[in-house]
């Protein structure tokens, strides 16, 4: 039979073993994009130029790297066309410090950085945090696994 102190442990373990748990699905495109919409359809360009992320539109979108990609508006979308590797997030916007980790995790538009003129995705805010505390250590990491993690 199961004792009461096993029960409690098991109920104090999982929320911490849920919040490091790998994802569920293995990424296999170069682009986090569900759906064909990269980094669920935000704006790119407007994290550099308005400092904040801001949801796209289909009506402004660029196919690129096996992806469309949205913006707020035509002038975005035009500079994003341009020069993609200047605005696109590193790693096919998947999360910066799962990639740093050996996995792939999906990202929140809200839990980004920009590091050295290069835009950097985490999975949500808390994440974003612990990927703040060493930024060039993480890359160092995330470009030792990257695109390999893509196979896992």
Request: hydrophobic share 40%; glycine share 8%.
């Amino acid at each position: 039979m199961i004792s009461r102190r096993s029960v409690l442990g098991l109920l104090a373990a999982t929320p911490a073993a849920l919040a490091f748990a790998r994802p569920a699905f293995a990424a296999t495109t170069e682009t986090y994009a569900e759906g064909g919409v990269a980094v669920d359809g935000s704006d790119m360009v407007a994290y550099f130029t308005d400092g904040a992320p801001v949801t796209g539109s289909a009506g402004h979108t660029v196919d690129w790297n096996g992806a469309t990609w949205q913006f707020a508006n035509a002038e975005n979308a035009a500079m994003f066309e341009a020069n993609p590797e200047a605005y696109a997030p590193q790693y096919g916007g998947y999360c910066a410090y799962a990639v740093s980790k050996g996995y792939t995790a999906p990202t929140e538009p809200d839990a980004w950085t920009i590091h050295e003129g290069k835009l950097y995705l985490n999975f949500n805010t808390t994440v974003r945090k612990i990927w703040s505390e060493d930024i060039p250590s993480n890359i160092v990491k995330a470009d030792g696994n990257w695109p390999t993690v893509l196979e896992a």
